[in-house]
């Protein structure tokens, strides 16, 4: 079964830091999802993509935020200065349509720790 | 704007029996989409059943089933016969139908912490 699959698995990084994670969406989807998940409270949305530009952002995805499809088959979110509040699980997800009856698959996150 | 709540963190059960698990949600669309993912000490997001608003039938997925009351905005998880397995965080989620351009976001609750004792 096809698989969304982000990396790496786990990121330690310094307080300032510029952070990329990396995913690999579904090879024929067209949606692209990045949720966050600080531990121990919900998943929360933080953006949404499609067509080369970003459809929807939650108030979270603030300036530091940014997030690129540099070759049609990575989606990368990147973080420019990372706060220990950025620590969380992050979630990749994609869908093959926008409709609801196309289900999500999410990546297995990576785990961002901020030092 | 769209809220799903789980008022219930945590719950047991005994293998071989039946949980139910609760959510509730507001929204004033008429179209829509209700979802439970299910989440492993693993992390990984598991989609465990899909139910659509404007159908009647409750969703089944084997031992998976959802009790759907619209007017009451009510979207159970029922899991018969449990497994050790089915140990995790369950997400309830809120999709928003296509056609109101949201892009399909999902919308969750704070989840619940399901335990399968032995």
């Known amino acids: 079964e096809p698989e969304v699959t982000q990396t790496p698995s786990h990121q330690v990084t310094q307080m300032g830091q510029e952070v990329i994670l990396r995913c690999v969406p579904i090879?024929?989807?067209?949606?692209f999802y990045w949720y966050r998940q600080i531990l121990g409270q919900k998943v929360e949305f933080l953006v949404s993509f499609y067509n080369n530009e970003i459809s929807e952002k939650s108030e979270i995805f603030d300036d530091q935020f940014s997030v690129e499809r540099p070759d049609g088959s990575n989606f990368t979110l990147k973080i420019r200065s990372t706060k220990l509040e950025d620590s969380a699980m992050y979630f990749c997800a994609s869908k093959f349509s926008d409709r609801g009856n196309y289900g999500y698959t999410f990546g297995s996150g990576t785990r961002l720790t901020v030092v | 704007a769209q809220t799903v709540t789980q008022s219930q963190p945590e719950m047991s059960v005994q293998e071989a029996e039946t949980v139910t698990l609760s959510c509730t949600y507001d929204?004033?669309?008429?179209?829509?989409?209700l979802f439970w993912y299910k989440q492993p000490p693993s992390r990984q997001m598991i989609l465990v059943i899909r139910?659509?608003?404007?159908?009647?039938q409750n969703a089944t997925e084997n031992r998976f089933s959802v009790n759907f009351q619209k007017a009451a905005k009510s979207f159970s998880l029922k899991i018969s016969d449990s497994q050790l397995g089915d140990t995790a965080m369950y997400f309830c989620a809120f999709m928003k139908p296509f056609s109101t351009g949201a892009n399909s976001k999902l919308t969750f609750g704070k989840g619940i912490t399901l335990s399968v004792r032995p």
């Open positions: 929204t004033s669309e008429s179209n829509y989409y």
């Open positions: 090879s024929n989807h067209l949606y």
């Open positions: 139910q659509e608003a404007y159908k009647q």
